[in-house]
Nanobody, 120 residues
Framework: VRLRESRGGAVTSGGSLTLSCTAS????????MGWFRQIPGKERERVAS???????LYRESVKGRFTISQDNAKNTLYFQMSRLVPEDTAMYYC???????????????WGQGTQVTVSS
């Protein structure tokens, strides 16, 4: 699978932004999809993902503010981010790992990343 994120952007604190990730060469339905982020000098962290049974999982700091969703017909993963704060500033990556029988396994495949900047 190949993943391509939409362009990120710069918003002020409290603003909203929606990212999308379009897959090619395979169907997102065959993968457990997720969004990760990374700031320079720190490890990449999972922000939200969809598990093998289709349930969304969120990092504690974004619960109630971010929503992950998947449109299999459009082969696209979405990430609606609201009430953004400066601490959400990072490079955001779409990721996919194979899914089978309700389980996720194997290595992640990554998109190229897209920058989100939140100013105070």
């Amino acid at each position: 699978v190949r993943l391509r994120e939409s362009r990120g952007g710069a918003v002020t604190s409290g603003g909203s932004l929606t990212l999308s990730c379009t897959a090619s060469e395979d169907s997102v339905d065959n993968f457990c999809m997720g969004w990760f982020r990374q700031i320079p000098g720190k490890e990449r962290e999972r922000v939200a993902s969809i598990d093998g049974d289709g349930r969304p999982l969120y990092r504690e700091s974004v619960k109630g503010r971010f929503t992950i969703s998947q449109d299999n017909a459009k082969n696209t993963l979405y990430f609606q981010m609201s009430r953004l704060v400066p601490e959400d500033t990072a490079m955001y990556y779409c990721a996919a790992r194979p899914r089978s029988g309700g389980n996720c396994f194997g290595e992640y495949v990554w998109g190229q990343g897209t920058q989100v900047t939140v100013s105070s």
